[in-house]
């Protein structure tokens, strides 16, 4: 193997570089001016590894934390401060795509990728005071779940129909498992089942859904029962990879494709787009976790990283 190499003072000194990796690196900031623009913005994990916010303690004192590693995921609590962090799962087999806290705060639920990857990715629950996670039923890979909060008790998976032509909306209880279908929505077949993921998120109230069928708009605000009640044309978001709701449900965080890297946008409902955060020198990634009490916002997102290490007397 060629290795660049100098001489120093006599020894001669090797470079060795590791391959470039995409790292996954959380942040907290303070949301102002209702949810329109963040400040403070500090890191909030600091290990080299794919750590990443996707949910809060119905209290706001906390992020759940998702660190996923070779073959495996750890779920952890951590205060505000970073100073304190609490396990909620120490070791389980796969890879966890994200948490939500089931309507009454009671459970973490988690989508989970198999190790090695297969068909068939997994929802499970883990009590938010820390436990061993219990299945609750197995999904497509192209999916997601996602829940309302109390006094709302609706929790959905949305899973890609057969023909790969429609998103499929299902009710699901955290105990009981799959219920009921809500509705269909057509969608963009090219996103599924390679794409990220649906664009489609439930506001806190239950009430209604955002969605859209392309990575390019429009969004479609549609009842619990999947019946139109707006339509959102905007044209900063023209390369969604994801979006959420608001807290307040008076607009979206959505997260637009940019040219290297990604942009994360406060949406309102007449198509109104003011940038949060920009991820540059990564990937199209993305993701934020607004805290209940709608103070504060979790940023996550992918930096290319390298390591370079020194050979003396090789």
Known sequence: MSMPSVTVDGKQLAFLRSSASDLGTSYIAD???GGTAIRNLRHFTLEEGDDA??????DSRAAIIIKNRVDHYELYKRDLSGATEEPIVSNAGGHAKDAELSPEGKWVLLHVEHVPAGPKQSVM???????????????QVWSQINCAKAPSNLCVVTERSADGKQMVVTAFDPLKG???????????PFSAPAGPGPLLDLS?????????SHRDGPIEIL???GKLLQLIHARAANNMRSFGWTRDGKGLFVCNTIKGGAQLLHLDLHGNAKVLWSNEGG???????ESPDGRHLGLYGHQQSANFWMMENF
Do not use: K, M
């Open 283 to 289: 990937d199209n990634v993305c993701v934020c976790a």
């Open 178 to 188: 799959r219920g009921s279908e809500l509705f269909r929505h057509d969608v963009d």
């Open 31 to 33: 949301l102002e001016a």
């Open 204 to 212: 806190s109230d239950g009430t209604r859904f955002a969605v859209a």
């Open 223 to 225: 009842s619990s029962e």
């Open 125 to 139: 629950r883990v009590p938010i005071t820390g436990g061993s996670p219990a299945l609750i039923f197995d999904t």
């Open 53 to 58: 916010i996707t949910a809060w303690t119905p």
